[in-house]
């Protein structure tokens, strides 16, 4: 059987035009799949395996180094002189954080308490638990603070009281001691006569309260009715505020509780937490675009204002009594102890507070927070939180223990809690993120490029298929018909030969007979 080429070359052309319009579909619905399917995944719901386990476990690799400043001039600074510091660590923790009892609710949310334990990693630490530093003496130099305004003849009761237990202005111990705790005299005596004072009714650490505790109980928007919610704290510890600070601003409790955030996230989109350790809710802004192994991510930071006091930022008000900006005073929630937070060696903050330390190098790259986030997720790539303890201390009369120490924001210890996404969760991601949407739009474009081609191929040779037959059909004529198709050019080929060779045409040679 005979092929029909011009046929053949008009259904390559149909079936070109076809790819063109699949491909234009795609390049408008791929989108919408792509959305339908984020959203799909991002709902809290144990049938989303994978987005469910990272929700609930964690699997990210987290971290927690800790950086201690020794101080090198305790004697010194009790006459008046500047505290001098040296920075030791870091001495890190691997953070095993899980939640438990898991509780959906019919309005779209869920609760749950969420665990936190410390390992030592010694290999990659910079001592080892058992290193011996100084620091201020939180128990001392702390409660002379808090009892500055009691009447004279208690304060001296209060001195002769730490005397009695040999306790002084600054702590000699090991790291190990000043993280989990250690066995104090005073500790069991403020226990037993004064309970609630402390905030552990153990042994008397900074990190003692951390260690096998949770973060209170969460209830949060699992976005199942609005993925826009999803991951937003409804409430904590069964409170939709707060009451420790002066304004109803800042006792709100706002944005997620730090791990996730809602999808589809832009330039302008913030990141708003609230954390329990701090107290109060707080907020990053977006600085910069980046990629992490091929995943396209936004870099949030802290701005400025984040720790500003009242004076430079109105906002802010309510979390005073302030003092410097780059101080946040936590003394409300931390048993009235005058214990302020901040960005490490006081980077971002009132540059006064650095002339009071000697021994203190902000710079943002090391001292910086920020969160890396996929926008198309809310999901964090790279974290690196990072926060400054800080005792204030001074000279308080009837208390000898402070001597003449001069008013000063005392840095004792700085921690970063990092995690990043790797192995078979950075693989899943990459694959899912990177490589699947890239072949969906490659797929998109390449079935346009393809059908275009197609078409123009195949009219191309459809066109030729068409003059070639047209040439075919003149030149079959012409040899059919060549008499015919030479007088109908207008010349008799006849008369023209005889004319030619001289000859006459017989009828007229008859007629001239």
């Not at 006459?79 to 040296?86: F, I, N, Q, S, Y």
């Not at 410390?118 to 100084?134: C, I, K, L, Q, R």
């Not at 237990?165 to 000043?178: A, C, D, I």
């Not at 993925?227 to 304004?247: A, E, F, M, P, Q």
């Amino acid at each position: 059987m005979r092929i029909n080429k011009s046929k053949v070359a008009v259904g390559f052309i149909v079936t070109g035009a076809l790819t063109v319009l699949f491909g234009a579909v795609l390049l408008f619905v791929g989108p919408a799949v792509m959305k339908d399917q984020i959203i799909k995944n991002t709902v809290i719901n144990p049938k989303n395996e994978l987005s469910y386990t990272m929700w609930k476990d964690v699997p990210v690799p987290f971290f927690m180094s800790v950086y201690f400043f020794n101080v090198l001039n305790p004697k010194e600074i009790l006459k008046g002189e500047k505290p001098m510091v040296e920075q030791r660590g870091p001495y890190v923790y691997r953070k095993r954080i899980q939640k438990e009892n898991i509780t959906f609710h019919p309005n779209d949310t869920v609760s749950y308490r969420e665990y936190r334990t410390y390992f030592f990693e010694p290999s990659m630490s910079a001592g080892n638990e058992s290193d011996v530093v100084t620091i201020p003496n939180m128990l001392v130099l702390g409660a002379a603070v808090m009892m500055e305004n009691l009447p004279f003849a208690l304060r001296l009761m209060i001195s002769a009281t730490f005397k009695s237990f040999n306790e002084g202005p600054f702590l000699t111990k090991t790291v190990g001691e000043l993280m989990w705790g250690y066995d104090s005299g005073l500790v069991d005596f403020l226990n037993k006569y004064l309970p609630g004072m402390l905030p552990s009714s153990g042994k008397f650490g900074l990190f003692a309260e951390f260690n096998n505790s949770n973060t209170g109980l969460f209830t949060i928007f699992t976005g199942q009715d609005d993925i826009r919610k999803v991951h937003k704290v409804d409430s904590w510890n069964g409170l939709t505020k707060l009451s420790y600070w002066g304004t109803p601003q800042c006792n709100m409790i706002n944005g997620t509780a730090g791990q996730m955030w809602p999808p589809f996230m832009t330039t302008e989109s913030t990141l708003p937490f609230y954390s329990p350790d701090a107290c109060r809710s707080m907020e990053l802004v977006y600085q910069r675009p980046g990629k992490m192994k091929g995943i396209p991510l936004y870099r949030y930071v802290a701005p400025k204002t984040l720790f500003a006091n009242g004076t430079d930022y109105a906002p802010n008000e309510g979390f005073c009594p302030c003092r410097q900006s780059g101080l946040l005073n936590v003394s409300s929630c931390r048993h009235n102890s005058p214990v302020f937070i901040s960005h490490p060696h006081f980077y971002n903050a009132d540059p006064v507070l650095l002339d009071y330390v000697q021994g203190l190098h902000p710079n943002e790259e090391e001292h910086g927070l920020f969160i890396d986030i996929h926008p198309q997720t809310g999901v964090p790539l790279n974290v690196s939180i990072r926060l400054q303890l800080n005792l204030y201390m001074k000279r308080v009369s009837g208390i000898t223990e402070t001597g003449k120490i001069s008013e000063v924001v005392m840095p004792m210890i700085w921690f970063e809690e990092s995690g990043y996404i790797d192995g078979p969760v950075l693989t899943t991601f990459h694959t899912n993120l990177v490589v699947l949407p890239a072949v969906m739009e490659y797929m998109q474009y390449g079935f346009i490029a393809l059908g275009l081609a197609t078409i123009i191929v195949a009219a191309v040779v459809h066109r030729k298929l068409k003059r070639s037959h047209r040439e075919a059909t003149v030149s079959s004529t012409v040899v059919e018909n060549p008499g015919r198709n030479k007088c109908e050019s207008g010349t008799a080929p006849d008369a023209t030969a005889s004319t030619s060779t001289g000859e006459k045409d017989p009828l007229l040679r008859d007629e001239m007979d």
